[in-house]
């Protein structure tokens, strides 16, 4: 962001308008309408002054949050991404980390154990054979990168609201968080948890789930961007306190609906 700093510190509004636009998304500014996206009428609403450097980042930042509250609101559990055929495949499909891909942590499978912990009535670890056990499903459905990729891959894997049940899930509370072997972390909130094409995902193309593309397992949710697909995931839990994410603690939106 762009700030103008004189002798006396003034936000550059001009910029800042622009990073506004860019935090709330389309439906969000559709929603807000046109007068209450003035800077002042968020500011009012985010209870930020924007005066300077600081307070202006702090405003973003709520902005942002505002933006999940809104990007929450407009969810819809019914609502479908779109699936493709075997021949849309994208191949050979992409791999993306914080990190190349010979350093994807490899896992070992026999010394696994799946933890899960905060509001489930059931904590006990699971191995990846009792994972395998679950029901399974398939799908082919399109990942969307912030980076400014796309592409479209088929994972298989149980329906993740099934494994919520299975671990008696409070399926009313705020967030499900989760863990990875790397130091990602992720957290979704919990209508998406539960939309019928989330999956805990143990195959890639009908195999098991390569090690770059987050062996043993990953969440896929073809309703969310990238980077809210937490691969090689440790731990799950389910909480009512925010538990953030590796990029939405760095800035990127946190709902991240795609
Ligand atoms: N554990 C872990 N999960 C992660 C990431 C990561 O660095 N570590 N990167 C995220 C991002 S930004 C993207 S685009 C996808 C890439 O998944 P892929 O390698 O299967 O394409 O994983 C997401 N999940
Ligand atoms: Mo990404």
Request: positive net charge; charged residues 25%; glycine residues 8%.
């Amino acid at each position: 962001m762009k700030i103008v700093k004189p002798q006396r510190m003034t936000v550059d509004r001009e910029s800042l308008a622009i990073d506004v636009r860019r935090e709330l998304d389309a439906p969000a500014r559709r929603l807000f309408g046109k007068r209450i996206l003035t800077l002042g009428g968020l500011a009012m609403l985010s209870g930020c002054s924007i005066s300077d450097d600081k307070s202006v980042e702090t405003f973003l930042s709520r902005v942002s949050r505002i933006n999940d509250t809104v990007q929450g609101w407009l969810f819809d559990p019914n609502h479908l991404a779109p699936t493709y055929s075997e021949a849309q495949i994208t191949r050979p499909f992409p791999f993306n980390a914080f990190y190349g891909e010979d350093e994807a942590p490899a896992v070992d499978g026999d010394a696994f154990r799946l933890k899960v912990s905060g509001l489930v009535r059931n904590t006990r670890s699971w191995t990846l054979a009792e994972l395998n056990a679950l029901p399974k499903t398939e799908q082919i459905t399109r990942h969307i990168c912030v980076e400014g990729w796309s592409a479209i891959g088929r994972w298989g894997g149980t329906p993740f609201s099934e494994f919520l049940k299975r671990v008696g899930a409070d399926t009313s509370a705020k967030y499900v968080g989760f863990k990875c072997a790397d130091d990602y972390y992720e957290s979704i909130d919990m209508p998406t948890a539960l939309h019928s094409q989330t999956l805990l995902a143990f195959t890639y193309d009908g195999q098991q789930l390569p090690r770059k593309y987050g062996y043993p397992m990953k969440l896929r949710m073809p309703t969310k961007l990238g980077y809210k697909n937490p691969k090689h995931i440790m731990e799950i839990f389910v909480t009512n306190t925010f538990p953030g994410g590796y990029w939405v603690d760095q800035g990127y939106n946190w709902f991240g609906g795609s």
